[in-house]
């Protein structure tokens, strides 16, 4: 069973950084594209960011280019959203995904939430 | 960047009716669209990918058409559990993007 199992949301102050994670299981991790999307409150879908397999293409929505990294683990099958510099419009429900541009598992989302 | 619309943004409905979404890209995009359908407070659920393949577990009363700059999701005959917002999503060029959503509700 494909498992994406997230952890790392939380509170926290404008201007600070929190780091998303996202467990794989129950496929071969090395053989996908891993995304990020997130859904402010009230709001649509907003496509964040994604990596190749090997890391070797990373691509990320303006909002949030030179702010956030995506970046994978593939001996541990984790996958990851450093966030930096974060204003309140980051402030969203934050999933992770398979796939390169659709994408067929989601994990549950965690919470972020950008306050003072 | 695409920009993609959807219409109508709000649909009401009833059980057993006929539903059309569109789904309009800003410039072609040959077939490359998805579908997602979303219930509240859970993740989205891949329904269609490359505009008309239906994932395994999707119910043949959808079915999705287009391509180009104009495509659409209909599902005929409409079951309770259909109800949600769905999402159309362009992904062969990045950054991605999604259309802002179609909230289907019950009528």
């Known amino acids: 069973e494909v498992r994406l199992v997230q952890s790392g949301g939380g509170l926290v102050q404008p201007g600070g950084s929190l780091r998303l994670s996202c467990a794989a299981s129950g496929f071969t991790f090395t053989a996908y594209w891993m995304t990020w999307v997130r859904q402010a409150p009230g709001k649509g879908l907003e496509w964040v960011a994604n990596?190749?397999?090997?890391?070797?293409?990373?691509y990320y929505a303006d909002s949030v280019k030179g702010r956030f990294t995506i970046s994978r683990d593939n001996a541990k099958n984790l996958l990851y959203l450093q966030m930096n510099s974060l204003t309140a419009e980051d402030t969203a429900v934050y999933f992770c995904?398979?796939?390169?541009?659709?994408?067929?598992?989601w994990g549950q989302g965690t919470q972020v939430t950008v306050s003072s | 960047d695409i920009q993609l619309t959807q219409s109508p943004s709000f649909l009401s409905a009833s059980v057993g009716d006929r539903v059309t979404i569109t789904c309009r890209a800003s410039?072609?995009?040959?077939?490359?669209l998805a579908w997602y359908q979303q219930k509240p407070g859970k993740a989205p659920d891949l329904l269609i990918f490359?505009?008309?393949t239906l994932q395994s577990w999707v119910p043949s009363r959808f079915s999705g058409s287009g391509s180009g700059t104009e495509f659409t999701l209909t599902i005929i005959s409409l079951q309770p559990e259909d109800f949600a917002t769905y999402y159309c999503?362009?992904?062969?060029?990045?950054?991605?993007?999604f259309g802002q959503g179609t909230k289907l509700a019950i009528k």
């Open positions: 490359d505009a008309v």
């Open positions: 999503q362009y992904f062969n060029s990045f950054p991605a993007t």
């Open positions: 990596t190749r397999q090997d890391e070797s293409e990373k």
């Open positions: 410039q072609g995009i040959t077939t490359y």
């Open positions: 995904a398979r796939g390169r541009g659709w994408v067929d598992f």
